[in-house]
Each structure stands twice: as C-alpha cells, then as structure tokens.
C-alpha cells in the first residue's frame, strides 16, 4: 500500500508533538513537514503533493479556516482544534474530519482512515486519461499516455508530447494534483516525467529520447520507489 504523505500545521508546541507521535504510528502515513504557522504551511501546500493535512484552527496572522477559505486544498483535510464551535463552519468547507482537543489515538484512527477511503475512492471513481491544461486562449486535452516530460520556465509549463509542445501558465503543483504519480512524476524542481517514456536512468539523470533531465535528491526517494514498483 502507497503512503499517504501529510504535513501538520500546528503552532502549540506540546499538541505538534502529539499529532506527529500518532503519525508515526500509523503505517500508511508519511509525515512530510510540520509548520507552527499557516502560512509557511501554505508555502510548502504550494510546491508539494499532500495527500492529508493536519490543520489547526487558531493561529495567529492567518487562521486555518481562513487558509481554508482563501485557498484551493486539494488534500483531505484534518482539523485538529480545541474549539468546538468552528465544526460547522469546517464541514462547509468540506473538511474530512473535525477533531476536538484532546483527542485519542482511536479518535484520530477514525480520522485518517476516513482519509485513506476517501482518496481510495477517488482513485477508483476516477481514472484519469487525459487531462485538460490552460493555453493561452483555450483549454487543450492531453492525452497522459502521450506526455514524455513537463520543463519548468521562468513562468509557465512547457508539456512535451509525442505529437507537440504545449504552454501553460499552471504550476507544478496544480498538475501533481491532476496527474497520477505512477504514471507522471515530479523529479526535480523544474521537471516531471511519464515513467513509461523513461530509456534509461544513471548517475541521477533520465534519458528520454535525446533529452537528459537531472533527479533532484528532494524527489528521488519517492522516484524510485515509483520505478522499484514497476520493476
């Protein structure tokens, strides 16, 4: 079974080190990071594949029901507060769980494995063939089995395919969430690659056709693991 990658934002000390003990207990998650602010948090949500998200609610600058309402989260998200009064008001927001300090390890249990069904589900529910990109004046299909590698620029996505190159102004992070991570990955800062378009890997570097694309080591683990599996 894949690991659910998560983080925690959280900025009580002594409910951080909770939160992350009962993590660590549970094999299915991968604790990313941990931020004491929301909008470090943020930085990382941006930039990163999350699969779940621990969220405190009271925190100073930017609370989390206002990062929750000001951002688009694509990851299922845990409320971890001692506020009962902001349950409703989570739910709008299509949260995953609400749990109320201090909460208990079979507490959290029901919690995460709500998560972990919930995303199974998705997965299930929607097998993706394509995806549709933002161009500068459309938006264009692309079929994934068709995709060789995306190049970060200065301010957009140049898709390499089979057939053509396609700008887009869409970040990383926006296809990470689009695109399943067995079949196209991040593995560098400015790079994703389809797997199976892969001719060979070494010294930390992919050929595909006359490209040579670096593997960063911030991607690395979670690459070969991704090309262990299809070994």
Do not use: W
């Amino acid at each position: 079974m894949d690991k659910l990658t998560c983080i925690i934002i959280e900025d009580e000390p002594l409910a951080l080190e909770k939160t992350k003990d009962f993590v660590n207990k549970v094999p299915f998650l991968q604790l990313s990071g941990t931020f004491d602010n929301a909008l470090t948090g943020l930085a990382y949500l941006n930039n990163h594949k999350v699969d779940l998200l621990f969220l405190d609610i009271n925190m100073d600058e930017l609370s989390g029901i206002e990062l929750l309402e000001t951002t688009n989260i694509n990851s299922q998200v845990i409320i971890t507060t001692a506020y009962q009064e902001y349950a409703l008001k989570g739910y709008e927001l299509r949260i995953t769980d609400y749990l109320l300090k201090p909460f208990t390890f079979n507490r959290f249990l029901q919690a995460v494995n709500k998560a972990q069904e919930n995303l199974s589900q998705r997965a299930v529910d929607k097998p993706v063939d394509y995806i549709f990109v933002k161009t500068e004046n459309r938006l264009e299909k692309i079929m994934i089995q068709d995709i060789l590698y995306i190049e970060g620029m200065r301010d957009y996505l140049r898709i390499h395919t089979t057939t053509k190159k396609i700008m887009t102004l869409q970040g990383f992070t926006e296809l990470e969430q689009m695109l399943p991570a067995h079949l196209v990955c991040r593995v560098h800062k400015s790079y994703m690659v389809a797997i199976q378009k892969i001719d060979s890997i070494e010294r930390s570097r992919i050929k595909i056709g006359d490209q040579l694309i670096p593997v960063s080591e911030t991607y690395k683990e979670a690459f070969l693991q991704i090309i262990n599996n299809k070994a």
